[in-house]
């Protein structure tokens, strides 16, 4: 145990250096090049009518996803009080789980749940945790935007030892779990003209 969470990387997130990450967003740019990257990545997903976002920091995704679903029922869960803060005024008091994922607990679920650059900070041995969490919360769709690599390694973040993981989190779900399919993926680039986002490979997983 460390200090109230599980993990190092929780109390690194809930601190301040998770404080100073909120400050370092351009806001708009970043909603537009999301939208760019949903329209693809949702473009045979239907109508969604709910979203649970799991690590939404301060609604950035939510926003994006707002304008494809202006109707949809948005929630998201974040560690970082500050920017759990922020997102309250995105979504809403009842829609944000102030807390650790791995605290989460919910009876209802989404069409849509996402996750975008929170695996990649995740312990390793608390992948299944949050796997399991993934696929139980949604009816329909799972949608997980990450760095990939074919096989794990971790890299140096900011001067910090042990807070960026990059594996093949989609394959490894798709493995854990036989009721999932690949619906389709891609890449968005950081060299992209019009709306650049910082190299993710995204895939959506039909239940």
Known sequence: MVGRYQTEQEEFWAGEFGNAYIGRNIEDKIVAGNTAMFVKALSEAGQIKSCLEFGANIGLNLRALRHLYPDAHLRGIEINPQAAKILRDCVGDDNVFEGSIFDFETD????????????????????????TKLYESTNKYVLVCEYYNPSPVTVRYRG?????????????????????????????????????????????LSK
Do not use: C
């Open 108 to 131: 209802a679920t989404s069409d849509l749940v996402l996750i975008k650059g929170v695996l990649i900070h995740i312990n390793p041995e608390m992948l299944d945790v949050v796997y």
């Open 160 to 204: 910090h030892d042990d807070r960026l993981f990059k594996r093949d989190f989609a394959g490894e779900m798709l493995a854990k779990f036989p009721g999932l399919r690949l619906v389709k993926y891609g890449f968005a680039y950081r060299g992209d003209q019009s709306f650049p986002l910082d190299d993710i490979t995204w895939f959506l």
